[in-house]
Structures are given as C-alpha cells and as structure tokens.
Antibody
Framework: EVQLVESGGGLVQPGGSLRLSCAAS????????MHWVRQVPGKGLVWLSR????????TYADSVKGRFTISRDNAENTLYLQMNTLRAEDTAVYYC????????????WGKGTTVTVSS | DIQMTQSPPSLSASVGDRVTITCQAS??????LNWYQQKPGKVPKLLIY???NLERGVPSRFSGSGSGTEFTFTISSLQPEDIATYYC??????FGPGTTVDIK
C-alpha cells in the first residue's frame, strides 16, 4: 500500500526550530518529486516546497524561502522539512505529498502533522 | 509567482443541481490545472488533472475544462457526498483559496 506518514510536529516557541519527517512506503520513493503543503485549520491549502527524486532540485514558496529547508534521504525513504525562525503564523497542519510520476499533480497525501507556534 | 483565484468562495445548491466553480490564473498555465476535493477532517483528494482529465475512480459527474488562465470545474448533478471544499492548483504548486460547497 502506498503510504506517507508525517511526524515531528508539536508545540514550539516563536523563533524556535522544528524538523518534520515524512516516511514513505509502498512505492519507489527516489523516483518521485515530493512536496510539503500546509493548512491552517479552517483555512485553505498552502503549497510550501518541493524536491525532485535525487534531491538535486528544490523550490520554495516566497513565504518560507530562507527559513524552511526541504531535504530527503532516499536510503531511508524519508522526506524532511527543517523549519527555522518559526512564527505564530506558521501554526498549521503540515502535509507531505507525492507528485505523480509523469504529471503535475499531487496524488498521494499523508494525514498531516500539527505544528503550533506559541509562547 | 503565479496567483490563483477562485469563485465563488462558497455556494449552496440543491441535490441534483449543476454546480460550477471557476479558477483563474494570473499567468498562462497552459493545461496544467488540477482540482482537489477536501471533505471536513480529511486529506485533499485529486479529482481532475491537466484541466480536464478525470482521476481514476472519480465519478463522471465531476468534470473540468479550460486552458491558459481560465478554468471551470463542474459537478453535473450535486450529491450529498459532494459536500466539501474544492481547490484548484496550478502545475504542482500554488492552490486557489477554495470554494466550499454545501447543500441548500
């Protein structure tokens, strides 16, 4: 079964850091672009970042560029999101998602991990 | 960055009604527009990709059209299980703000 499972969320103080993980299973992880998307409860989806299969190419939304870093370990089938200098407005559910192999869509999503930035 | 807008922000319709949502991109995105459905408390689900291609297993009452900067998503006959928020997405990046659909 194709599956993505996020972890690493929690409560962090403003200015702090957190690293999210996304464990992939059931597919050839290194073949796929992987993404991070977040959603404030009750609000819309916000695309954050993507990385290609071998980790050589990354893209970020302007809102997180310079603060968040996407990375992956293909040997461990795991995607990461390092989040630094966190702000209250980063409070959200964070999803990892897989991009279709030959298409520009996100076809598999994890259930998300919740990040709360508060003092 | 390409910005996405959707209208209306919300709508209420009766079971069996035809429902239409529009999505506009700030630049030409050719055919690279996806539609997702998100039910309360659930993860987004891909419905339509490349503007008009129905994802496998998605009911045929859902359809999409458009290219360039103007796109349309249609539910031909609204069903109770279609209550959700629908998002467009350009390529594999920015999402529209969403349209919440409920039953009148």
């Amino acid at each position: 079964e194709v599956q993505l499972v996020e972890s690493g969320g929690g409560l962090v103080q403003p200015g702090g850091s957190l690293r999210l993980s996304c464990a992939a299973s059931g597919f050839s992880f290194s073949s796929y672009w992987m993404h991070w998307v977040r959603q404030v409860p009750g609000k819309g989806l916000v695309w954050l970042s993507r990385m290609n299969g071998d980790g050589s190419s990354t893209t970020y939304a302007d809102s997180v560029k310079g603060r968040f870093t996407i990375s992956r370990d293909n040997a461990e089938n795991t995607l990461y999101l390092q989040m630094n200098t966190l702000r209250a407005e980063d409070t959200a559910v964070y999803y990892c998602a897989r991009r279709g192999l030959y298409y520009y869509y996100l076809d598999v999503w994890g259930k998300g991990t919740t990040v709360t930035v508060s003092s | 960055d390409i910005q996405m807008t959707q209208s209306p922000p919300s709508l209420s319709a009766s079971v069996g009604d035809r429902v239409t949502i529009t999505c506009q991109a700030s630049q030409d995105i050719k055919k690279y527009l996806n539609w997702y459905q998100q039910k309360p408390g659930k993860v987004p689900k891909l419905l339509i990709y490349d503007a008009s291609n129905l994802e496998r297993g998605v009911p045929s009452r859902f359809s999409g059209s458009g290219s360039g900067t103007e796109f349309t998503f249609t539910i031909s006959s609204l069903q109770p299980e279609d209550i959700a928020t629908y998002y467009c997405q350009q390529y594999d990046k920015n999402f529209g703000p969403g349209t919440t659909v409920d039953i009148k």
